[in-house]
């Protein structure tokens, strides 16, 4: 059974920061691509950014790519997002996805507000 679990978010003001983590089981975590995103009340959800199962290279939505930072541990079947410089308009529950299999975690809420 596939489980995904996100945590880090919270509170923070605007240019503060957080740290996602996703920690997931039931799986072989190398093998696989994970993404992250995120949905805001009222809108859709939002692709922010995607580990790769090989390439060192993540990728992001252009109005993250100068903040955030993925990454992952596979040793510890886990991946991570650094959120920096958190802007109002970055509020929303970050979900932590498996694309193979369409598997999504529970979602960890940030919010970015003075």
């Known amino acids: 059974q596939v489980q995904l679990v996100e945590s880090g978010g919270g509170l923070v003001q605007p240019g503060g920061s957080l740290r996602l983590s996703c920690k997931a089981s039931?799986?072989?975590?190398?093998?696989?691509?994970f993404d992250w995103y995120r949905q805001a009340p009222g809108r859709e959800r939002e692709f922010v950014a995607r580990v790769w199962e090989r390439d060192p290279t993540p990728l992001y939505a252009d109005s993250v790519k100068d903040r955030f930072i993925a990454s992952r541990d596979d040793e510890k079947n886990a991946t991570y997002l650094q959120l920096n410089n958190l802007q109002p308009e970055d509020t929303a529950m970050y979900y932590c996805?498996?694309?193979?299999?369409?598997?999504w975690g529970q979602g960890t809420q940030v919010t970015v507000t003075s």
């Open positions: 996805h498996r694309p193979t299999g369409k598997y």
């Open positions: 039931g799986f072989t975590f190398k093998y696989y691509t």
